[in-house]
């Protein structure tokens, strides 16, 4: 159990011998094992902390990519509410205003919006109107993730920004 332990024992018992022979002193002998048996540990030591400061990293790391997503921030993958003229003043106002707004094209069933000032899109007012999504790929552009209704909304929305 302890068969690890015997370089040490050894190195300690080793110590205790009397006289060596003329010309060699003790020290001399077990100068370079005792100096092997530090730079051993010393790297055990290096490799333990290693692994020990890999794993704390990597911990709070998965703690820091969890989502955490409140009940009532739970949507369904499609629109649930089907009177698209009442959603967008909302959506207007989450996108920061109709002077925020650059262009308008839908793909598959997302609206992308092209965006003038980043920081004025305000993504709780979007969640809140009942969007299941959003995605933000660059600073001047957001992704509504909107279903099948992608390009109705698309039209009504463009409605609403030529009477301005």
């Excluded at 020290?27 to 902390?49: K, R, S």
């Excluded at 308008?104 to 993504?123: H, T």
């Amino acid at each position: 159990m302890f068969d690890w332990l015997m370089p040490f024992f050894y190195i300690l018992s080793a110590t205790e011998v009397a006289e060596a022979p003329s010309g060699f002193s003790i020290e001399q002998v077990l100068q370079p094992p005792l100096l092997y048996a530090c730079i051993g540990g010393l790297i055990l030591f290096l490799f333990l902390l290693f692994l020990l400061l890999r794993f704390l990293r990597k911990r709070r790391h998965k703690k820091a990519l969890e989502y955490h997503i409140d009940e009532k921030d739970k949507y369904h993958v499609r629109l649930e509410a089907k009177n698209l003229s009442a959603l967008l003043p909302p959506l207007l106002e989450g996108l920061g205003g109709k002077e925020n707004i650059q262009s308008l094209r839908s793909e598959n069933r997302r609206l992308k919006v092209g965006i003038k000032d980043y920081d004025l899109v305000k993504e709780s007012c979007i969640r809140e109107a009942g969007f299941p999504g959003l995605i933000r790929p660059r600073k001047d552009e957001v992704q509504i993730i909107v279903g099948e209704d992608a390009d109705e909304l698309k039209n009504r929305l463009g409605q609403e920004l030529s009477l301005s």
